[in-house]
């Protein structure tokens, strides 16, 4: 049995245990907050009795084996390595830093102390996104990749109102990019690779991060073009063209179905069984590298996430974003 620890108490961790709960071998054993009142308030929903408000005790501790991170996106790197360090196997919500030279760092100290460190990227671990790329061979040359992500953000309201919430601030290396755009790019990432050309623009905010953006990445044979908003929302699906037919994807951001239209006027559903939260497959994904020894996963590998991130460092870059983060 692998015993978790989970950092945040928030609603995506309440998400990833709905899932985790249904894979074997993986106990939830321990909850770390700020707080002690926080910690014993999200523990006794799960009816765990060890709770930390010490990140250090808690990375030392022999009660646990691995441990979730869902923490602000600034945190990431500095708790990762901190875990790694404790020799603790580690599933960092995405986008697992700040900037590339954290990520770096993150994937140095789990080779150095041996243990597994995955990008919690829930789509591409997903059943349909597989079946994208068993059936993408049936589309022929692929030459174009549209993806966008829109939601548009509740704190955007307060943010209007005048209240900067973390989804809005810097100091937390978020905004658009990083929070949703990264949804549209991993899996860009890891059905094509590295691109050899990125354009990128977006709509900053007063606060300092963008509210919105477009990027534009060249391969040699094709071109990709992805949107992202936290500011509007669309509903559109993900397109791959190939010179045979198109695969249509929905939701990029956990795909809940796919098919294929052919160029000749005839479609094929691709779409396959699902019937576990979204978060389940990620959870089972690191269990099961976990219990085969092994370091990272093939899937949201370190190269996936090194080159998705080199991808919104560019963009940063170009659209003018900086994160204290980058300044250390």
């Known amino acids: 049995m692998i015993r978790l620890g989970v950092i945040g108490t928030n609603w995506i961790t309440e998400r990833f245990l709905e899932g985790a709960k249904h894979v074997a071998d993986l106990s939830l054993t321990a909850v770390y907050s700020r707080t002690e009142e926080k910690a014993k308030e999200f523990a006794g929903k799960y009816r765990v009795s060890r709770i930390f408000t010490n990140l250090e005790e808690m990375a030392a501790s022999d009660e646990i084996d691995a441990v979730y991170i869902a923490s602000p996106n600034s945190h990431h790197c500095r708790q990762a390595v901190l875990f790694l360090q404790g020799k603790k196997h580690v599933l960092c919500e995405k986008p697992m830093a700040s900037n590339v030279r954290e990520v770096k760092q993150m994937i140095e100290a789990a080779q150095q102390n041996g243990v597994l460190l995955m990008e919690a990227m829930k789509s591409t671990i997903m059943p349909n996104f597989r079946s994208v790329q068993e059936n993408i061979g049936k589309i022929g040359e692929v030459r174009r990749f549209t993806a966008s ?69 060249s391969y040699d044979d094709m071109e990709a073009v992805v949107m992202y908003s936290k500011i509007t929302q669309s509903d559109q699906p993900t397109e791959i063209q190939g010179e045979l037919g198109s695969i249509l994807i929905q939701k990029i951001s956990g795909p809940v179905a796919a098919s294929i239209q052919y160029r000749d006027g005839t479609a094929e559903n691709i779409t396959v ?12 994904e690191f269990v099961e590298l976990i219990q085969q020894g092994k370091k990272q996963s093939d899937i949201n590998s370190f190269s996936h996430s090194l080159a998705t991130m080199e991808i919104m460092d560019e963009a940063r870059r170009q659209i003018g974003i900086v994160f204290p983060a980058d300044r250390l």
Do not use: W
């Open 149 to 217: 992500f829109c939601q548009y953000s509740s704190r955007y309201d307060s943010y209007k109102q005048g209240t900067v919430l973390n989804a809005f601030n810097p100091e937390f290396s978020s905004g658009s990019l990083m929070d949703l755009g990264i949804y549209v790019l991993y899996p860009l990432v890891v059905l094509f690779g590295k691109p050899n050309k990125v354009q990128a623009t977006g709509t900053m905010l007063e606060s300092g991060v963008d509210g919105q953006g477009s990027i534009l990445l």
């Open 273 to 284: 069984n699902q019937d576990m939260p979204s978060m389940y497959y990620e959870a089972k």
